[in-house]
């Protein structure tokens, strides 16, 4: 269920012939809607060859499209999935899905690989008197320039890698953005001597221990980006690599944002505690008059709003047993891409759920088994009038 890059190589790794996906196309919202957030802290990973494009640009469109074609996937773009549930009776997966297109439809399979991820639907927070908030509301997933808010006094709410690229970017065309950081943020380089800051991590880690290594990042962070809590970016107590791996949070790659904070484009505020018709009122007693405002906060795992009758994904959305075991559950269910680990931690659990699948499919298509394999793979589709 889904479709983006982590889907998609689930589906090859599997050789599922078809995926649903809610975005009507590969290049939705899912694949980085804002072209001016195209290059800015992306680090390409360690193995992926020098020319690989950036993440919303034509060619990555393009790479996925023919990613899908030799692998034979053909995703079912703007189905949305209504329900999943295993049905004892059958021992099979019942999935119902909608979409404009072909209507209402039920699946019916032996597994049900989830793959929709972390980021299915955005989050947003209920601030008091947000709803009255006379300006723009948008969340960054829709967010495409800062050229339209040119001019305008921009409130961003959240300091992670979009909130601070989303102010850059306003600054870039002209806005006058303010950034909320409410809490303690990791700020790390986005290179150091010339190599990815992750890069450099991941090779430092085969090495040393975790809580080393995060020394390590820490120091050479003060070293080059220098002491940021005089501009009100306080770093956690929790080392940043410790931090994600526990709570998923990821550290910050500063691509600018920095030094335009240092210069005053980019004004750095406390929380919101409510907004008026016009204006947002702070923690700390203050108040700024706003034209805009953009979320900046996140996304989160829609699981638990459509499948039914497991306890294999948790009230939060995530495979209840921890990473590296929670790829796998009971009767024929699998997840890929809540690892919190990103790219990585996806593919692993694809190439997993590959190798487990197709042992269990070598066992049961042998000429000595009893039961007939036809009748236990047969594909079906019901159409609901």
């Not at 009893?370 to 594909?379: E, F, L, P, S, T």
Request: aromatic share 10%.
């Amino acid at each position: 269920m889904a479709c983006k890059s982590t889907d998609l190589d689930a589906a090859a790794c599997t050789q599922t012939p078809q995926i649903s996906a809610r975005r009507p196309a590969l290049a939705g919202p899912t694949f980085f809607n804002s072209p001016e957030l195209e290059t800015r802290g992306r680090p390409r990973p360690a193995l992926m060859p020098c020319w690989w494009p950036p993440a919303c640009s034509p060619r990555f469109i393009d790479y996925l499209e023919n990613y899908a074609a030799t692998f034979d996937v053909k995703p079912e773009f703007g189905s949305t999935v209504q329900s999943a549930r295993y049905d004892e009776t059958s021992g099979l997966w019942r999935v119902h899905s909608s979409s404009a297109a072909s209507g209402e439809m039920e699946y019916i399979g032996r597994w049900l690989v989830v793959a929709t991820g972390e980021n299915a639907e955005n989050v947003v927070p209920d601030i008091p008197g947000l709803d009255g908030f006379a300006g723009e509301v948008a969340h960054v997933s829709e967010y495409k320039s800062g050229e339209k808010y040119k001019g305008k006094r921009v409130l961003v709410v959240g300091c992670g890698n979009s909130g601070m690229e989303v102010s850059l970017d306003l600054c870039d065309h002209g806005a006058l953005p303010s950034m909320v950081v409410r809490d303690a943020v990791h700020v790390l380089p986005r290179e150091v001597m010339g190599k990815s800051t992750f890069e450099l991590a991941t090779l430092l880690m085969a090495w040393l221990p975790l809580w080393f290594v995060d020394k390590i990042m820490v120091f050479l962070s003060w070293i080059i980006l220098g002491n940021l809590a005089g501009f009100g970016i306080r770093r956690p107590a929790i080392g940043p690599l410790t931090l994600k791996n526990k709570y998923g949070k990821t550290p910050v790659l500063d691509t600018g944002a920095l030094a335009r904070i240092r210069s005053g484009d980019i004004t750095v505020v406390p929380g919101v505690s409510r907004f008026t018709k016009s204006r947002a009122e702070l923690t700390d007693g203050t108040a700024l008059d706003l034209d805009a405002v953009v979320m900046a906060t996140g996304y989160r795992s829609n699981v638990p709003q459509w499948l039914q009758g497991t306890d294999f994904f948790g009230k939060d959305g995530y495979p209840t047993t921890a990473f590296p075991n929670g790829w796998k559950g009971q009767s024929g269910l699998y997840s890929v891409g809540f690892t919190r680990r990103g790219l990585s931690g996806a593919s692993a659990d694809a190439v997993r759920i590959a190798k487990d699948l197709g042992q269990v499919w070598r066992e049961e298509t042998k000429p000595t088994t009893k039961r007939a394999a036809g009748a236990c793979h047969r594909r079906c589709i019901s159409v609901i009038f």
